[in-house]
């Protein structure tokens, strides 16, 4: 059974950092590009950055470029979000989901920025 | 603003048929694959549809899907209660990010 575990959320003031992880399990996670999706609290979904499965070609959305910093390591199975400069803006659940076509996801962690 | 277009909400009576528009332009929609996800309240979003029509294992044929230059379209048949969700169409762009459309409720009447 395929599951990716998020986590690593939490509250921090604006300004701040956190890394949020994405363990997978139940497939081959060196195949397969990833993605971090975000939802703000009653938003709608927003794309936050991508990795090929063997991190050749990372993109980012506008919004958290030059601030968060995608990465993997596929021998650990896990995907990494390393988000610095945080800001309000950037309240959201995380999900991490597999491949293009996004066809699973976790459960997503909680990232609250306020002071 | 997304720049997917999609109504904010629909609404249809239990076993009819309700479609949800999406609409793009050439730089996503028209030169790229569309998928449609299904999110129930407090729950994470689940892939309905890829590559346009494509229905992933498990997701039944009441699920629809198709594209027509620069706009998909998701179809639902047979409506049940807990089709009650919100549903968004998602798409490459050439600028090389991943757009989501801004999301429409569905209401099962």
């Known amino acids: 059974e395929v599951q990716l575990v998020e986590s690593g959320g939490g509250l921090v003031k604006p300004g701040g950092s956190l890394r949020l992880s994405c363990a997978a399990s139940g497939f081959t996670f060196s195949s397969y590009s990833m993605n971090w999706v975000r939802q703000a609290p009653g938003k709608g979904l927003e794309w936050v950055s991508s990795i090929s499965s063997s991190s050749s070609y990372i993109y980012y959305a506008d919004s958290v470029k030059g601030r968060f910093t995608i990465s993997r390591d596929n021998a650990k199975n896990s995907l990494y979000l390393q988000m610095n400069s945080l800001r309000a803006e950037d309240t959201a659940v995380y999900y991490c989901a597999r491949n293009v076509e996004m066809i699973y996801w976790g459960q997503g962690t909680l990232v609250t920025v306020s002071s | ?109």
Do not use: H, M
């Open chain 2, 1 to 109: 603003q997304s720049v997917l277009t999609q109504p904010p909400s629909v609404s249809a009576a239990p076993g009819q048929k309700v479609t949800i528009s999406c609409s793009g332009s050439s730089s996503n929609i028209g030169n790229n694959y569309v998928s449609w996800y299904q999110q129930l309240p407090g729950t994470a979003p689940k892939l309905l549809i890829y590559d346009n029509n494509k229905r992933p294992s498990g997701i039944p044929d009441r699920f629809s899907g198709s594209k027509s230059g620069t706009s998909a379209t998701l179809g639902i048949t047979g409506l049940q209660t807990g089709d009650e969700a919100d549903y968004y169409c998602g798409t490459w762009d050439s600028s090389l990010s991943v757009l989501f459309g801004g999301g429409t409720k569905l209401t099962v009447l």
